[in-house]
């Protein structure tokens, strides 16, 4: 069974709760790939959350759970480049690793 990276985030609540449990594994499996594949693009210049919910044409909310994926799973790393969100705030920017051999 699939665990909710972001459980802690969202401090048990119940409709979060719910709403990963009913989601698609394999949605989420597709939305990690196109987000890596996304930031793979960019190289070395990376990707913020807000930059990756503006090019899928959906919200930061979708996209941060998998961005945690990614990064547990070390296919997204950290930068200590930030960037100006739409909103004018500043996001961090992650640039995507290879996945290990297999």
Do not use: Y
Not at 10 to 33: K, V, Y
């Amino acid at each position: 069974m699939e665990q909710d990276i972001c459980e802690n985030r969202h401090g048990g609540n119940q409709e979060s709760a719910e709403a990963f449990s009913s989601g698609s594994s394999t949605l989420r499996a597709r939305r990690r790939f196109a987000i890596w594949a996304l930031a793979m693009s960019e190289g070395s210049r990376g990707v913020t959350t807000d930059e990756v919910s503006a090019r899928m044409e959906t919200t930061p909310n979708v996209v941060s759970g998998r961005m945690s994926e990614l990064k547990r799973d070390g296919l997204l790393v950290p930068t200590n480049m930030r960037r100006v969100t739409r909103m004018g705030r500043m996001a961090r920017v992650f640039v995507a690793s290879k996945p290990p051999a297999a």
